[in-house]
């Protein structure tokens, strides 16, 4: 078997999943971040100032 068959072959058989498994990984890691970022944001809101309306103040 030639080098080039054998290299062909790994790119047809195993390619594929070695590619699904970094897809993966990949939206593991941004779900992580997102969730994180949500974290964050949810935290800002809570700390943050609320300032009312005076009387008779529209909008």
Known sequence: ?????????FFEEIGP???NEGVVDAQERLLQRVSKLACRTASLRANRPVFRKARGEQG
Do not use: E
Request: aromatic share 16%; net charge positive.
């Open 1 to 9: 078997m030639t080098a080039r068959a054998l290299l062909g072959f």
């Open 17 to 19: 999943n070695i590619y």
